[in-house]
């Protein structure tokens, strides 16, 4: 009976796997009414219940955004314009870089280490962010939810991945924020780091890892 990979015997990672928002940049709906809603309680609740990320999660599996703002508008009429929003002003939710960790990229890259990303993102979204991201120029390949139409943790987007970068799991480290998501990672025999802490705890594991 085959037995679940065990990483203590396994020889170190050398490729590097990618998260994208909240481990190289920031992203934050509420963003997106600073103006239009300008007193925070009442912005964090539409967030919390309209515009939520909960509901922008079927972007990222596939849902483009006229399906959704159509639906949701129908939903809640009376916020009909600021529902519309989500989709015209999308690139306000993301204000930057998540600090240091772009740094570790162009390091990682200087030393000739292979990076790849995994990501849960719209298609809609992807075409407007991407442009303005040349980041993410040093990774060879990226899979992106939305397109694939499987979405993290889903095993099988990693297992996608693995196919797609031509890897084995077992020499990748994968990054992200996301504790199901690693949890996910490492079953499947992925190195994993939880990004919780930081790009100093993850210079720290990179470093680790011989990969810095």
């Given at each position: 009976?085959?037995?679940?990979?065990?990483?203590?015997?396994?020889?170190?990672?050398?490729?590097?796997?990618?998260?994208?928002?909240?481990?190289?940049?920031?992203?934050?709906?509420?963003?997106?009414?600073?103006?239009?809603?300008?007193?925070?309680?009442?912005?964090?609740?539409?967030?919390?219940?309209?515009?939520?990320?909960?509901?922008?999660?079927?972007?990222?599996?596939?849902?483009?955004?006229?399906?959704?703002?159509?639906?949701?508008?129908?939903?809640?009429?009376?916020?009909?314009?600021?529902?519309?929003?989500?989709?015209?002003?999308?690139?306000?939710?993301?204000?930057?870089?998540?600090?240091?960790?772009?740094?570790?990229?162009?390091?990682?890259a200087a030393r000739g280490v292979?990076?790849?990303?995994?990501?849960?993102?719209?298609?809609?979204?992807?075409?407007?962010f991407r442009p303005t991201f040349?980041?993410?120029?040093?990774?060879?390949?990226?899979?992106?939810?939305?397109?694939?139409?499987?979405?993290?943790?889903?095993?099988?987007?990693?297992?996608?991945?693995?196919?797609?970068?031509?890897?084995?799991?077992?020499?990748?480290?994968?990054?992200?924020?996301?504790?199901?998501?690693?949890?996910?990672?490492?079953?499947?025999?992925?190195h994993t780091h939880h990004f919780?802490?930081?790009?100093?705890?993850?210079?720290?594991?990179?470093?680790?890892?011989?990969?810095?």
């Amino acid at each position: 009976m085959p037995q679940a990979p065990n990483q203590s015997v396994i020889s170190r990672p050398t490729i590097v796997v990618w998260d994208v928002g909240r481990v190289l940049v920031e992203w934050d709906l509420a963003l997106l009414y600073r103006d239009a809603i300008p007193d925070p309680a009442e912005r964090a609740r539409f967030v919390a219940e309209v515009v939520s990320e909960e509901w922008h999660g079927q972007h990222d599996a596939g849902v483009p955004w006229s399906t959704m703002v159509a639906a949701r508008s129908a939903e809640f009429p009376q916020h009909a314009t600021l529902i519309a929003r989500y989709a015209s002003h999308w690139l306000e939710s993301i204000p930057g870089p998540v600090a240091g960790t772009h740094d570790l990229v162009r390091r990682l890259a200087a030393r000739g280490v292979p990076q790849y990303a995994i990501t849960n993102f719209g298609v809609d979204a992807w075409a407007q962010f991407r442009p303005t991201f040349p980041i993410l120029d040093h990774c060879r390949d990226i899979v992106v939810s939305g397109a694939e139409r499987l979405i993290k943790p889903d095993p099988a987007i990693f297992e996608l991945a693995a196919r797609r970068f031509g890897q084995a799991p077992e020499t990748m480290l994968f990054i992200d924020d996301n504790a199901a998501n690693i949890a996910t990672a490492r079953a499947l025999g992925w190195h994993t780091h939880h990004f919780a802490q930081g790009a100093t705890a993850l210079e720290a594991d990179l470093l680790a890892h011989g990969l810095l």
